[in-house]
Structures are given as structure tokens and as C-alpha cells.
């Protein structure tokens, strides 16, 4: 199986969580790319059988719980249906002292219905990464593993 990990990040926690995921989905024998959204196109999704999106969510054009700007630009230039027969997944890093505590992820999980994604799970919601980043880096392993694939 051919995944894709697309992440934005803005502190690189986003980045490290995606390695994280791509560590333990090699280990699986999966085939894994990780690549900034920015360095993407929606066309890039045909050569891949599962979708992973991997967002921060940060304060926006004064909006709580958005998506960095460079996600936010890639989900409005998608072609509609891009994602049509695609398994998906998503997670997302956040703060729950913020009125939107992983914002970013409803908004991910909005644009794959919209695509004609598949989710294959329910998305992962990761709390302050760098405070508790071992146990955060646990969630995300025991996350992957639980993955139907």
C-alpha cells in the first residue's frame, strides 16, 4: 500500500508527528512519503491508496483553530472530487487552553467528505505536542496501529 502523509506545520511539531506516523507505518511494510502540503498538488493523490492529513491549527485572519495558510491555499485549489476512492485519515496538533482546540482537523475532515475521501478512522486530536511530546508520540503509534488497513 502506497501512503501519503501531507502536513503543515508552523513550529515543526506537525513534521515530527508525521514522522512519527511514517516510522510506524514502515514497520508495517507500507510504502510512505511525507511531504509538506506547499510541496504538493491535489494531482499528487492519485499515486497513493491512503491519505493522511496532518495539521496544526493557529489563529487566522483573527479566526481561532484555522489551518496554516499553506493548507488553507491547497484545500481551496483542489479539484473537486480529488480524493474520490481514497481511504483517509486525519490528525491534528493543538491547545485546548484556545476556545478551538484542533479547529484545523474539522476542517480536514469537511474537505475529504467533499473530495469523495473515505475515512477509515476517527481523526486523532493531539494536546500541547511539545509539553508531553513522548506520551503525544505514544497516541499517535497506538492511533496508526488501529488503523483498518
Same mark, same amino acid.
Given at each position: 500500500?502506497?501512503?501519503?502523509?501531507?502536513?503543515?506545520?508552523?513550529?515543526?511539531?506537525?513534521?515530527?508527528?508525521?514522522?512519527?506516523?511514517?516510522?510506524?507505518?514502515?514497520?508495517?511494510?507500507?510504502?510512505?512519503?511525507?511531504?509538506?502540503?506547499?510541496?504538493?498538488?491535489?494531482?499528487?493523490?492519485?499515486?497513493?491508496?491512503l491519505?493522511?492529513?496532518?495539521?496544526?491549527?493557529w +489563529?487566522?485572519?483573527?479566526?481561532?483553530?484555522?489551518?496554516?495558510?499553506?493548507?488553507?491555499?491547497?484545500?481551496? +485549489?483542489?479539484?473537486?472530487?480529488?480524493?474520490?476512492?481514497?481511504?483517509?485519515?486525519?490528525?491534528?496538533?493543538?491547545?485546548?487552553?484556545?476556545?478551538?482546540?484542533?479547529?484545523?482537523?474539522?476542517?480536514?475532515?469537511?474537505?475529504?467528505?467533499?473530495?469523495?475521501?473515505?475515512?477509515?478512522?476517527?481523526?486523532?486530536?493531539?494536546?500541547?505536542?511539545y509539553?508531553?511530546?513522548?506520551?503525544?508520540?505514544?497516541?499517535?503509534?497506538?492511533?496508526?496501529?488501529?488503523?483498518?488497513?
Amino acid at each position: 500500500m502506497n501512503v501519503l502523509i501531507a502536513y503543515a506545520t508552523n513550529s515543526g511539531g506537525t513534521y515530527f508527528a508525521a514522522q512519527t506516523v511514517k516510522k510506524v507505518l514502515e514497520a508495517k511494510k507500507f510504502s510512505v512519503t511525507t511531504a509538506e502540503v506547499e510541496d504538493l498538488s491535489p494531482h499528487d493523490f492519485k499515486k497513493y491508496d491512503l491519505i493522511i492529513l496532518g495539521s496544526c491549527s493557529w +489563529n487566522y485572519k483573527d479566526l481561532e483553530g484555522q489551518l496554516p495558510k499553506s493548507f488553507e491555499e491547497f484545500v481551496k +485549489n483542489t479539484p473537486a472530487n480529488s480524493l474520490q476512492n481514497k481511504k483517509c485519515a486525519v490528525f491534528g496538533l493543538g491547545d485546548s487552553e484556545y476556545l478551538y482546540f484542533c479547529g484545523a482537523v474539522g476542517i480536514l475532515e469537511k474537505y475529504i467528505q467533499k473530495n469523495g475521501g473515505t475515512p477509515i478512522t476517527d481523526s486523532l486530536r493531539i494536546d500541547g505536542y511539545y509539553k508531553h511530546e513522548k506520551e503525544n508520540n505514544e497516541k499517535l503509534e497506538k492511533w496508526v496501529h488501529s488503523l483498518p488497513l
